[in-house]
């Protein structure tokens, strides 16, 4: 091996990773509209069904039908910010206005009241946190000035958003008019050996995915309605709204459902911050308490195991394993996106690796 062999090989391989580095940093500016593109293919996956539905059972050309998904997802969005602006305004309002002394004051009775009722005092609690090296009881002294900013970061945000929202609708709409125009981009980048395999991953992953997600949206309907009910029975302020975030968190695989529960909690204990605690606040939590196992347990037993055996054809248990490994991996987000990401994977190995044991085994009712 002549050293201009070996001079060549070395700056080949710095051409390479620099190469890859650029490559990864233009992505990373770009990672806004990754996002924006990934959102609209989920729209798209959705809308999917209604669009065919429309075409062919109420014979819509394909312009018209693709005009009337998106309209039905303008006016689902424009629900939901109907629903929530006004909620938002008038709570700003009315902390602009708030007596943040008085506001303190009750979270700290509060406080105070269920520690009287689980048996303790005051005085033994702080103590305790003192004890383990807390300067400053998180309990005394909770400054809640920082709510009517948060509010007003809250909104700029939201501005923000509003144009992502734009942009997302714009793409969505070209990925329903045009189903292949996706498919098309990625041939792109495929040999020409491997297109017809490619093509028919693509539309079995469409297929499954767009199940999944409609199922998805079957699940969290049935959780906000058995929520809805929750609070609404037991007299909790703006019950709706409480109930459609709560279910909105059962996105999150496994984590979601706790945060969702520990939210629903908390807003029916502070909306009677004026009431007794033993008599009217503890009753109230204890009847959300029941009122979200009685939604877990329909989600646990009965929505997704239909979603998952019958979208994307895994067992419970290998979604189980997929999401926790993909949670230790990349948190949140990996969590979110595990059971579609691995759809694809395991269609993509079925079409490609179709005679591997593993992937036999694996994709065996795809």
């Not at 923000?160 to 980048?189: E, R």
């Not at 409480?242 to 999150?252: D, P, R, S, T, V």
Request: hydrophobic share 55%; proline share 3%; aromatic share 10%.
């Amino acid at each position: 091996m002549t050293s201009n062999t070996i001079s060549n090989g070395i700056l080949k391989a710095l051409a390479i990773i620099v190469g890859i580095a650029l490559l990864l940093y233009f992505l990373y500016q770009i990672q806004s509209v990754i996002a924006y593109l990934s959102i609209a293919a989920v729209i798209a996956l959705i809308g999917r069904p209604i669009v065919q539905f429309l075409r062919r059972k109420l014979k819509f050309p394909n312009t018209l039908a693709v005009i009337v998904t998106m309209l039905l997802f303008i006016s689902v969005i424009a629900g939901i910010i109907a629903l929530f602006v006004p909620l938002i305004s008038e709570q700003g309002k009315n902390l602009s206005l708030l007596d943040i002394d008085q506001l303190q004051s009750n979270i700290n009775r509060l406080y105070q009241q269920i520690i009287e009722y689980l048996g303790a005092t005051p005085k033994v609690v702080n103590e305790i946190i003192e004890e383990s090296e807390l300067e400053k009881s998180i309990f005394e002294g909770i400054d809640v000035g920082f709510i009517p900013n948060f509010l007003n970061s809250f909104v700029g945000v939201l501005s923000t958003a509003s144009i992502g929202l734009l942009s997302v609708l714009f793409i969505s709409f070209f990925f329903l008019k045009d189903s292949k125009l996706f498919q098309n981009g990625i041939l792109t980048f495929v040999p020409k050996t491997n297109e017809k395999r490619t093509v028919n991953s693509i539309d079995k992953i469409n297929n499954l995915l767009s199940r999944y997600f409609v199922g998805l949206l079957l699940q969290l309907f049935i959780l906000f309605v058995i929520y809805t009910i929750t609070l609404l029975l037991v007299g909790v302020e703006n019950a709706i709204v409480i109930a459609f975030l709560c279910a909105l968190f059962n996105i999150i695989p496994y984590v979601g459902p706790i945060i969702g529960g520990v939210l629903m909690i908390t807003l029916t204990m502070t909306s009677n911050l004026d009431a007794d605690f033993s008599t009217v606040i503890l009753p109230k939590a204890g009847w959300v308490f029941l009122g979200l196992m009685i939604g877990q347990l329909v989600d646990n037993f009965f929505s997704q195991p239909r979603i998952f055996s019958q979208s994307v054809k895994s067992h419970p248990l290998e979604i189980f394993l997929v999401i926790i490994i993909a949670g230790l991996l990349f948190g949140v987000v990996g969590m979110i996106i595990a059971v579609p990401g691995y759809t694809a994977i395991k269609v993509i190995l079925k079409e490609f690796l179709s005679e591997n044991k593993i992937v036999k085994s694996l994709t065996k009712d795809l």
